[in-house]
């Protein structure tokens, strides 16, 4: 009797680890990575330029391949992920990114290096879309905080990006992300495939009875919040120099600020943290939108605006990973329904800028804290939309 007790109690410990500590340490590291590699197509821009003979347009093609890449793992990693293990889907993902990285700093061409991109993107994607969706069932009650701390590595990786690129050129750069890729393979062995049980597990929507129409509002609901947030988080990172620059401030003091910009992003998710341990996601979410909605409409003021955008960066900064953990919480089908949700975020942060500068033809520079202050307000309307629906059980 005393050994079947001691048999279930490992059971259930075994079922409580996803992740083991050595292997949630890679996957840290495996988020710096991508966050470094997406960050290095724009710097190498110029070197890329040189080497292949290439129109600046032509040379953004890189990073477009890659964002292309990118939604394709993300939805190709999410539809055979069931068959699968998470291990296997993980070793795949930084195989390809591995294979994407080599061939682009080694390509003897740019139509190859371009096809290296969109591979690397590929694994880059099911990176994104795997430890995202494993992070958010992974550990337990803790979930919520733990995405806040990956996603923080994301930014970190894009900080070092650009300083890799100034200190070894882009040959290098991209050959370490491959090398650092294929070390990662052997750290997969620490991931598990049961999730653990939460104190939380009851789905604020069940897939029963009608709840069909509910759980496609949800699922809606959850899409346009990440668009619209996405649009606000590359808007600013797009347009905030511009703007502070039309105002009166100097090139120097815009870009330092857009930087201050970024570095919130990766603050904030380590300063939220501890809140996410005492507070639910979306009421998490709802202070976040109400918080940078303010700070845009103080970015109206022209000497505040800078400090106005810092304060988006720090609002905005658990709007991901915050948003994933609530969506796991609130939608039966959260596996598939997140990985929808992370490539519209990736589709959002492609289209929001040129669209967004399309409004800015019609209206004018200035105009740049209010275009965003309708986005930020539109997400705060879905988030309070979207705690209404996850509170009202199905019919």
Known sequence: MTQTRERVAQSVAGRQALFSRPAT??????????????????????????????SPSSAGLGLSLHFTGGVAGVLAFNAIHSRISNRALLAASYALMAAGGAGFAFAPDWPLALAAAFLGGLGFGGIDYGLNQLFAVGFGDRSTAMLNVLNAQFGIGAVLGPALIAGVGYVYAFGACAVLSGALILC?????????????????????????????????????????????????????????????????????????????????????VPITLRYSPERILTVCAAGMTACLLLALIPGAAPWAYAGVGLFIAPVFPTGLSWLNRGLPQAKRAGAWVIAASMIGGVAAPPLLGVGIEASGIHAVPWLLTVLSGASLLATVWLIRLTRKPAA
Not at 25 to 50: D, K, N
Not at 198 to 214: F, I, Q, R, Y
Request: proline content about 4%.
């Open 25 to 54: 340490v890679a996957s840290c590291v495996g988020f710096v990575l991508i966050g470094a590699l997406q960050a290095l197509y724009g710097p190498a821009v110029p070197a890329l330029r040189e080497e292949f003979g290439l």
């Open 188 to 272: 997969t062995g620490g991931i598990r495939s049961e999730a653990p049980v939460t104190s939380e597990d009851k789905p604020a929507a069940d897939d029963g009875g009608g709840g069909g129409g509910l759980l496609s509002r949800v699922l809606i609901g959850f899409l346009a919040l990440y668009i619209l947030n996405v649009a606000v988080e590359a808007g600013v990172g797009g347009w905030e120099p511009t703007h502070l620059e039309t105002v009166g401030f100097s090139a120097t003091v815009a870009a330092s600020a857009t930087s201050v910009y970024w570095l919130m992003m990766t603050v904030g998710r380590f300063l939220v």
